[in-house]
Nanobody, 123 residues
Framework: QLQFVESGGTLVQPGGSLRLSCAASGFTLGSDAVGWFRQAPGKERERVACIEFRGSVPKYADSVKGRFIISRDNAKNAVYLQMNTLNAGDTAVYFC????????????????WGQGTQVTVSS
């Protein structure tokens, strides 16, 4: 089955940090763009960050800009999301997905979705 496997989500206090991992299963990242998305209860899925293979600046949602950092390691076939200064608004299930070559905002352009990893920010 061609999908990502996300990990690293947990309960964290406000102001804390987490690093999420996203491992490709059954395929290689190659030149695909990879996005991290999140979905909170009752809300639409939103793209929080996206990274292309090379040559462009990663994209971030305004709500996470300056706090989250997306990176990729094609040799390990994985993508990461470093999340800093977390707040309650970051509570969601986080997913990763891929699309050919360039990032886009729409989740419907992406495929190979994983099951997600839960991040809960609470004291």
């Amino acid at each position: 089955q061609l999908q990502f496997v996300e990990s690293g989500g947990t309960l964290v206090q406000p102001g804390g940090s987490l690093r999420l991992s996203c491992a490709a299963s059954g395929f290689t990242l190659g030149s695909d763009a990879v996005g991290w998305f999140r979905q909170a209860p009752g809300k639409e899925r939103e793209r929080v960050a996206c990274i292309e293979f090379r040559g462009s600046v990663p994209k971030y949602a305004d709500s996470v800009k300056g706090r989250f950092i997306i990176s990729r390691d094609n040799a390990k076939n994985a993508v990461y999301l470093q999340m800093n200064t977390l707040n309650a608004g970051d509570t969601a299930v986080y997913f990763c997905a891929r699309k050919p070559l360039v990032c886009s905002r729409s989740s419907t352009d992406f495929g190979s979705w994983g099951q997600g990893t839960q991040v809960t920010v609470s004291s």
